[in-house]
């Protein structure tokens, strides 16, 4: 079994300490992590904010050219990667070759974004002075990443931090280290100095409580479930830290009857089956209109049955396992507290013991109720609730009867509906025709209690800048 280290202070380091890496699609470990505890993990915050003094002072340039070296190497690395994401999350390979590819998108994107921290000047309303609006990179920054994207949702944090100017210290989740570790060889290949870019793996109580009382860390960027952010923002109230939240989703979609329907079951199915459900922005429920909701359960049943299931790893697998047993037994509630309160279960609906691992059969559920859990709760697992409606006004209300507001879907071909929908859905994000929108280029984030902030786009490296008016007199 592989042992792998810690990056800190641009060196390796293993220490005594490690955690087990379990394959999901077998149930057992097949690799361990070196851990390292809050004593050090302060060290690395010290050594952070020692670089950081420098790597401000190059050139936004000079940085996207480190992060395009970051991209070259993942590139010449991606089938090695991908297929350690499938160890470590159970994601089918293409998947995660798709996740691999998009991490490199996010790279150099924000590599050519780092030469455009742009201020600006404003007219003044005072004779003798001149306004001017400056932007400054944060200092050091904490990033979390979850263990459902574990590559593309660590560059996600990351690169715009690293092209703003900022040091990272990159926190993964426990289940899925390995990727992180992929990055920072990347990084150390392309020579980043040391201090920039720091691994640290351990207790998340121990980091997450040194990261957020540390007056040295100066921004946090979390991706994970509301409850844990909302601990997160109770400990940052005493230092007033700024926090970046990407936390639960419950998406909707809605299926309009003047929709192409084969269109809208494709769009469904992949927004809710991609990454065998373990998504924030998955499709959690989906509402039909009545003229077509027959025809559309019919299709829909017949291609999520058509599904392949097994280890990410064999050839023309599109749902793997869940990422472990909690996840299982989530899942099996879910399902049966739906047919508990009338809903039918058209197919699926069970854990697979045939095979080891932790694997859910791909399941359908019409006619569900609005008060079932799954209609309720984030559902991390291959599992579409579908139920019906008349008109668009109930679909909206229905849809926004939520905490969460990362992302919706709808599918129609009223241009004039599409807008009444873009303007009226409580969500962050909101794909027309569409179940995969999310780009490189454009903002990522949510709404109400799917947290605080932007990833991507502008303003994913807008949000590891500081904002400075210098008022300058001149008369």
């Known amino acids: 079994m592989k ?60 940085r996207g050219e480190f992060l395009q070296k970051i991209a070259a190497q993942m590139e010449r690395r991606r089938d090695e990667i991908a297929r350690l994401i499938t160890l470590e999350n159970g994601k089918p390979l293409a998947q995660s070759h798709a996740e691999v590819a998009m991490s490199i998108d996010h790279l150099r994107w924000f590599a ?151 269109k809208a079951v494709a769009g469904a199915m992949i927004a809710k089956f991609r990454n065998t459900g373990q998504s924030c922005i998955a499709a959690n429920r989906i509402y039909v209109q009545r003229p077509i909701y027959k025809k559309f359960l019919a299709l829909f049943v017949a291609k999520t049955k058509a599904l392949k299931v097994g280890d990410g790893l064999e050839a023309g697998v599109e749902i793997g396992p869940l990422i472990d047993k909690a996840a299982l ?62 008109t668009e006004e109930e679909a909206i209300r229905r849809a926004n009867a939520s905490n969460y507001g990362l992302s919706a879907y709808a599918f129609t071909n009223d241009l004039r509906r599409a807008f009444r929908l873009m303007e009226r859905l409580e969500a962050g994000m909101i794909g027309i025709n569409d179940g995969v929108p999310t780009t490189s280029q454009c903002p990522f984030g949510g709404v109400k209690q799917s947290g605080w902030g932007r990833e991507l786009g502008i303003e994913g490296m807008e949000a590891f800048l500081e904002t400075k008016h210098v008022s300058l007199g001149v008369g």
Request: aromatic share 6%; charged share 20%.
């Open 329 to 390: 037994a989530k899942a099996s509630e879910h399902v049966e507290d739906a047919v508990q309160k009338g809903a039918r279960l058209l197919c699926g609906g069970q854990p697979l013991t045939r095979r080891k691992g932790f694997f859910f059969e791909p399941t359908v559920l019409a006619d569900v109720p609005d008060t079932g859990l799954c209609m309720r709760e984030e559902t991390f697992a291959p599992i579409a609730p579908v139920t019906v409606f008349d």
């Open 112 to 262: 050519e974004e780092a030469r455009r921290a742009y201020g600006r000047i404003v007219p003044n309303q005072v004779e003798g002075k001149r306004h001017l609006v400056i932007k400054s990179p944060m200092g050091v920054a904490g990033a979390i990443s979850p263990w459902n994207f574990p590559m593309v949702l660590g560059v996600r944090k990351a690169a715009p931090a690293l092209a703003a100017g900022c040091t990272v210290m990159l926190k993964p989740a426990r289940q899925t280290p390995l990727s992180s570790i992929a990055f920072a060889e990347c990084v150390h290949a392309a020579q980043l100095p040391a201090g920039v870019f720091q691994l640290v793996c351990g207790a998340a109580s121990e980091i997450g409580q040194e990261l957020l009382e540390n007056p040295l860390c100066r921004k946090i960027s979390f991706t994970g479930s509301t409850e844990t952010g909302q601990l997160l923002i109770r400990g940052a109230a005493l230092g007033v830290k700024p926090l970046s939240l990407e936390l639960g989703g419950q998406a909707p979609v809605l299926v309009f009857q003047d929709a192409e329907i084969d």
């Open 3 to 62: 042992s792998y280290p810690l990056y800190l202070n641009g060196e390796w380091l293993r220490t005594k300490a490690v955690h087990p890496v379990m394959n999901p699609a077998t149930g057992r470990a097949f690799a361990s992590v070196s851990t390292v505890d809050r004593a050090r993990v302060r060290q690395a915050v010290a050594e952070a904010h020692a670089a950081f003094l420098s790597w401000r002072q190059l050139t936004g340039k000079a």
